[in-house]
Nanobody, 121 residues
Framework: QVQLVESGGGSVQEGGSLRLSCAAS???????????MGWFRQAPGKEREWVAA???????TYVDTVKGRFTISKDSVKKSLYLQMNGLKPEDTAMYYC????????????WGQGTQVTVSS
């Protein structure tokens, strides 16, 4: 059973940085290295939005609004997924969720509980 636990959220001023972490359990190191995982966010009153992801083969993708500011990475030994967020803007304020796919060809099957990011101007 895969479990995901996010951490690292907080409150920052516009232009600041945060690094989110997502600790995974239920994977072997090899399986985790191959896993397709991503970050999503949901602001109050808005639909959940995909932010960044590791796709099949290890390629990374980002929503246009965070390109050049956010970086997704993972440590397979630690079984941890990260989201480095620089140049934060008030519109980045949201609950951020880590998610993983059981199969890279499918949808996201496993979700963390979320970590709150608040950016003030």
């Amino acid at each position: 059973q895969v479990q995901l636990v996010e951490s690292g959220g907080g409150s920052v001023q516009e232009g600041g940085s945060l690094r989110l972490s997502c600790a995974a359990s239920g994977y072997t190191i090899i399986d985790y290295a191959r896993a397709c995982m991503g970050w999503f966010r949901q602001a109050p009153g808005k639909e959940r939005e995909w932010v960044a992801a590791f796709e099949r083969g290890g390629s990374t993708t980002y929503v246009d609004t965070v390109k050049g500011r956010f970086t997704i990475s993972k440590d397979s030994v630690k079984k941890s997924l990260y989201l480095q967020m620089n140049g934060l803007k008030p519109e980045d304020t949201a609950m951020y969720y880590c998610a993983a796919k059981a199969y890279c060809s499918g949808g996201y099957d496993y979700w963390g509980q979320g970590t709150q990011v608040t950016v003030s101007s």
